[in-house]
């Protein structure tokens, strides 16, 4: 069974300090890893993706993820934090090979001034 | 580029009324999923469609119907709206069922059911 677990409701940032959006995933094979964000009264738009390769992955408006294995994680990071980051974030999983797409409940981030 | 269209973007209904939402793509995506948002809840498959011609049911698929019409446009019909369907719904497409590729995702359709 496929499940991801994102442990925080709510993360509060002050502007310009790096932020973190912590994500869990369980498949039994590998996992395609993906997070979304989500703005008030829009639906979510892509931020980054883990296939395959660099642990390391960048993505959109400076926010990059790293996928540990051994964890089972795929965290959301950005060095410097903007008011308007401020939004929902989703974290999904896919097990290679499978059809659908499992999505976290989703983390509040709020940056302040 | 307009991506995926949702329309209405609001509606309310009494009990026992139907609804059809309507979703349209112009990325040429293969597949396409109905999701319905909930707080606390995260993002629930309510049904899906792996190319034209097909359709599967998601996680909660119960109280709802579907139909691909086309390539382009992939429709979810309430037959006879329940307040515990009172939700956000969202239509996402896709180039492929289970690809590497992410999914789009439309502005939501905010349905009230009293």
């Known amino acids: 069974a496929q499940s991801v677990a994102q442990p925080e409701d709510q993360v509060n940032v002050a502007e310009g300090n ?7 995933y369980s498949v039994s094979g590998n996992p395609y890893l993906f997070w979304y964000v989500q703005y008030p009264n829009r639906g979510l738009q892509f931020l980054l ?4 390769g660099d642990n390391l992955v960048k993505g959109s408006y400076g ?13 959301l990071k950005k060095p410097s934090a903007l008011v308007s980051d401020s939004a929902l974030y989703f974290c999904a999983v896919r097990e290679t090979g499978a059809n659908n ?13 | 580029n307009a991506g995926v269209t949702q329309t209405p973007k609001f509606q309310v209904l009494k009990t026992g009324q139907s609804m059809t939402l ?3 793509q112009d990325m040429n995506h293969n597949s396409m999923y109905w999701y319905r948002q909930d707080p606390g809840m995260g993002l629930r498959l309510i049904y899906y ?16 119907n579907v139909s691909r019409l086309n390539k382009r446009e992939f429709s979810l019909r309430l037959e006879s709206a329940a307040p515990s369907q009172t939700s956000v719904y969202f239509c996402a497409s896709s180039e492929a069922l289970g690809g590497r ?4 995702f439309g502005d939501g359709t905010r349905l009230s059911i009293l």
């Open chain 1, 101 to 113: 797409l499992f999505f976290g409940t989703g983390t509040r981030l709020t940056v302040i001034p």
């Open chain 1, 18 to 24: 790096p932020l973190t959006v912590k994500c869990t």
């Open chain 1, 63 to 75: 926010f990059e993820a790293e996928f540990n294995k051994s964890q089972t994680s795929f965290h």
């Open chain 2, 101 to 104: 590729g992410p999914q789009h």
């Open chain 1, 49 to 52: 993706k883990y296939i395959t």
């Open chain 2, 49 to 64: 469609s792996a190319s034209e011609g097909t359709t599967d049911k998601g996680e909660v698929p119960n109280g709802y």
């Open chain 2, 22 to 24: 309507q979703c349209a």
